[in-house]
């Protein structure tokens, strides 16, 4: 489980999460949702160590963490999918995947099968460039790096943007799939709500840096969460 409690981040003077408090537990997909601009990726990269908080307590498998850095929760196991894929254009499909060895033992330094399983596609490419693949397929491999750590927690940042229909649906399987594993926790930061209404545990509304509505889904109304959602901005 990864829980963040009370969090608070700053950009320079400016405050951008205002008492934050976010739990995803293993087997769950845990969905953070609002309008551009409202403190979801601040929130991403604070849990994925790339920002340091301000205040407030953050917890990973129980242990309460200081300050961190993006490579030591890496370590620890959290995985990340960033807005904007961050796949590196000039490396093999192959060689991007490696670059999250570094993290691990060199015993498990290896792309697993079920990746390939997952993504298809990427065994199929696995010699091209990453820069030559559409978005959806560098979308898959995004995914597909940040699980190469085997990791206890998954951060997506926004895994459907700009990808077609076809590719969302096979993203949604996969995470349906990882989420029934029963180990990973998830947490998913999305703005096409089908898609995260569908897949989420857990449900969060964030509205300029501060939660507005918080809830699992079976306590949580369908038509009540989406007109909420349209409100923010």
Known sequence: MIEAENVTLHYGGSQVLHG???????????????????????????LAGRHPRSGGDLRLMGDRLGRVTAQEMARRGVGYVPQGRAIFPMLTVRENLETGFGCLPRGQRNVPDAIYDSFPVLAEMAQRRGGDLSGGQQQQLAIARALVIRPKVLLMDEPTEGIQPNIIAAIGRVIAALRDTGDMAIVLVEQYFDFAWELCDTLTLLNRGSTVLSGTKASLDRDVVRDRLATIG
């Open 20 to 46: 934050v408090s976010l739990a995803a537990a293993p087997g769950q997909v845990t969905c953070v949702m609002g309008n551009n601009g409202v403190g979801k990726t601040s929130l991403m990269n604070l």
